[in-house]
């Protein structure tokens, strides 16, 4: 959209979805038979009479079927329109039935279509009941009943989609719906969330749904112990991460092995069953996996390796001493006399004169014995590591479990502390030593596997998410995961105000808090999204100066998170955040707000990915809510020079050192250098999945199992 006009949003397209095969194998039939205890399916079937006056308010807020079909069908999915009307017609007809049976009988049709999908009856064909029994137990249950919109989000799920939902538009009740329909087989289904709080809020939350249908949920949380996370996977549905789900993959698999070996050594002599441990696994097989935030699980975090390590490194005195000789002699090299810099890939690589100085430099005794090409490596990795990674803006120092300080990531897209994360390649352990903590020294790999293949092993896969269709062809072709973006409940009121471009960060941040104080004046909230930790508080001691009342949200104050968010939308708030607030976080507008225009979303810099903007844009407008939103951006801004590289990054900052006023036309440019860093990271990922399969195909070729014999 070009800047200058201030415009509704209209987002951009996803790829057309009907040229790849959804990936769940249960396609649904173009001719579902009609269903016993059901009226015939009447495709023009108004939605049945409201029992109460909640359900009437419901009914007002729900979509017509019509807008709901019209808009899917502009987006080119008409092939599938004509099942999916059928089959919300057939919910919409089991449901009157459904209002008028008492809680006892919904139980009893829950139970029965369990028995149906064990004996093998396809989950196509019960599909319209079972979609009906979720909605009315969550009309019961929670006051909340699934929207249409919501049913046909959820009948794309079952499909194997990725649903694209704005912020606020219920995701986590539209998850209900494949969930319930997989577990009947007895499966189990999972819903994959981001971390551990998500997984218990939600499941916590939908739990009295399921239960008035007879259905058992189970919580993996990181701290659980073994028998714990046997009963919460022995539950029809389970919510957990998808890190704990990987790390709970590979424990089984090398558990397996263990006893598939000891069962092999027992049998010679005789004995039998693997006594042993007694230990049992406690995953019971990958059936379907629906993942929350799809975008940031399936793609952001896709090259994420999950590792079990093994037995410490007995060489670990000599490694930590070499990681602390390193870093305090990292800051003695001069770029160019000793060493250069790989323009694209960013490469720090020792010249003649600096491998000399490696050689010069005197050590400790254990350093000394360390090979000398292992002495250069870690001497490019300490000064790789002094230039790039900036304290509060990467990582932070926090006080860990132990009572020892510990390097913490900032995640770049959730702008969150990414627990338990590690760089790869001894970059988190020069960190640790260039902040002068306790080392990690890297264990041994035990077993690994990537998030991307641990979804990849799930016969059904789908995802919800506020922002796919960016990575929508990406999605499609990983993942065969085709994208939908499912209409909004009320049509979306968020208008774009134009892009402001200034020569320096300095001079941004002034318009930029002009502006906050002349919406401030009018009462309107406004939350302000900045790429780091030091800038948000760059932004918030200038406010502080002006005396306008804020509150900051980044990854240093997570304690009073849902406090601050629960406030956001008040009169007259302003709220400075990384972009922690850019998922999961649903800003309620307080009463008289709306009236006033709704929330104003200020952007500070482009992320290196367009999505995660749009994440932060989500925050306003949120379920046909009035809002308005605007990008700021200036000349020294990261995404010139990751995008553009060093000399035009350069060029462009002396001329915006130069630049007095705004120079909005400029705008284009940051866009162009957000798409090459996407193409980028895109390629990136395509590369290391290629290896990834070859690495695969070669170890199953000589007979080992590339999860738990793996490379380090
Ligand atoms: N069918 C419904 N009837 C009534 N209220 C609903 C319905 N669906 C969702 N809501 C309400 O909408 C709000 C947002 O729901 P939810 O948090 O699941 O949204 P989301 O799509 O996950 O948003 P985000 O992108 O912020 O994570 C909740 O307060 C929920 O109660």
Redesign the pocket.
């Known amino acids: 959209m070009s800047a200058g006009k201030t415009n509704s949003e209209t987002p951009s397209q996803p790829e057309p979805l009907d040229s790849a095969p959804p990936r769940s194998g249960e396609l649904i039939d173009a001719d579902v038979p009609a269903i016993a205890g059901a009226p015939a399916p009447n495709p023009t079937a108004p939605d049945p009479p409201a029992a109460n006056s909640d359900d009437q308010a419901?009914k007002r807020?729900s979509n017509d079927t019509g807008r709901t079909l019209s808009i899917l069908s502009r987006q080119g999915f008409r092939p599938k329109l004509f099942r999916w009307k059928r089959q919300l017609a057939q919910v919409n007809a089991f449901e009157s039935v459904l209002m008028k049976e008492p809680d006892t009988d919904l139980r009893k049709r829950s139970l029965a279509i369990r028995y149906r999908a064990m004996a093998g009856e396809k989950l196509t064909a019960i599909l319209p009941e079972a979609y009906a029994l979720v909605r009315e137990a969550g009309r019961r249950a929670l006051a909340?009943?699934?929207?249409d919109v919501?049913i046909i989000g959820g009948i794309a799920l079952f499909e194997g989609h990725v649903a694209e939902?704005q912020?606020?538009?219920?995701?986590?009740?539209t998850a209900t719906l494949p969930l319930y329909l997989h577990s009947l087989t007895g499966k189990g289904a999972h819903l994959a969330t981001v971390n551990d709080y998500l997984a218990k809020r939600d499941a916590e939350w939908m739990e009295p749904l399921f239960a008035m249908l007879g259905v058992d949920v189970g919580i993996i949380q990181t701290p659980d112990d073994q028998t714990s996370r046997r009963k919460s996977y022995s539950a029809a549905i389970t919510y957990g991460t998808a890190k704990e789900f990987g790390f709970d993959f590979l424990r089984d698999r090398l558990l397996l092995r263990a006893q598939n070996r000891l069962q092999t050594e027992m049998l010679g002599d005789g004995g039998g069953g693997f006594g042993g441990s007694g230990d049992e696994i406690v995953m019971r097989g990958m059936h379907f996996c629906l993942v929350d935030e799809a975008d940031s699980i399936l793609i952001d975090e896709a090259r994420t390796p999950l590792i079990i390590g093994s037995i410490e490194d007995n060489v670990r005195d000599q490694i930590v001493q070499t990681y602390r000789w390193a870093s305090d002699t990292a800051t003695q090299y001069e770029q160019e006399e000793h060493f250069t810099i790989h323009p694209d890939t960013k490469q720090i690589e020792l010249t003649s004169r600096g491998r000399q100085k490696v050689r010069a430099l005197p050590k400790p005794d254990l350093v000394r014995t360390m090979g000398l090409v292992d002495l250069y490596e870690y001497t490019e990795r300490a000064i790789k590591v002094h230039r790039e990674f900036i304290l509060d803006r990467q990582y932070v120092v926090r006080p860990g479990d132990k009572g020892v300080d510990e390097i913490v990531i900032v995640d770049e897209f959730t702008g969150r502390l990414a627990e338990g994360r590690k760089w790869r390649d001894g970059i988190h352990q020069a960190i640790e030593s260039k902040e002068n903590i306790e080392i990690s020294v890297p264990t041994g790999q035990a077993a690994r596997i990537t998030v991307q293949d641990l979804f990849l092993r799930y016969p059904h896969l789908a995802g919800m998410t506020?922002t796919a269709a960016t990575s929508a062809s990406e999605l499609r072709r990983i993942y065969r995961t085709p994208v939908l973006r499912v209409p909004t409940n009320k049509p979306p009121q968020r208008k774009r105000m134009p892009d402001r471009v200034f020569g320096t960060m300095e001079r941004k941040f002034e318009a930029i808090v002009k502006e906050i104080q002349e919406i401030h004046d009018t009462g309107r909230p406004i939350l302000i999204g900045t790429r780091s930790i030091d800038k948000s508080e760059l932004l918030s001691r200038k406010l502080d100066d002006l005396g306008i009342a804020h509150k900051v949200l980044n990854a240093n104050n997570v304690a009073q998170e849902a406090e601050i968010v629960a406030d956001a939308g008040g009169h007259g708030r302003v709220t400075v955040a990384t972009n922690m607030a850019g998922?999961?976080?649903?800003i309620k507008l307080s009463d008289g707000v709306e009236r006033l225009g709704g929330m104003h979303v200020i952007c500070t810099e482009l992320h290196d990915a367009a999505r995660i903007d749009r994440q932060l844009i989500?925050r306003c407008g949120r379920?046909g809510d009035s809002g308005s939103y605007r990008q700021y951006l200036s000349l020294d801004d990261d995404i010139l020079k990751t995008g553009l590289g060093i000399k035009k990054s350069d060029q462009l900052k002396d001329q915006g050192a130069a630049t007095a006023g705004s120079v909005d036309r400029l705008a284009r440019l940051f866009r162009k250098a957000q798409r090459k860093v996407e193409r980028k990271h895109f390629r990136d990922r395509m590369v290391l999945m290629h290896h990834e399969k070859e690495r695969k195909k070669m170890q199953r070729e000589i007979g080992q199992d590339p999860y738990l014999d793996t490379p380090d």
């Not at 909340?144 to 929207?147: E, K, L, Q, S």
């Not at 912020?167 to 009740?173: Q, S």
Request: charged share 25%; proline share 0%.
């Open positions: 419901n807020r909340m009943r699934h929207y919501q939902m912020t606020g538009e219920g995701k986590t009740l506020g998922r999961g976080t649903d989500g379920q």
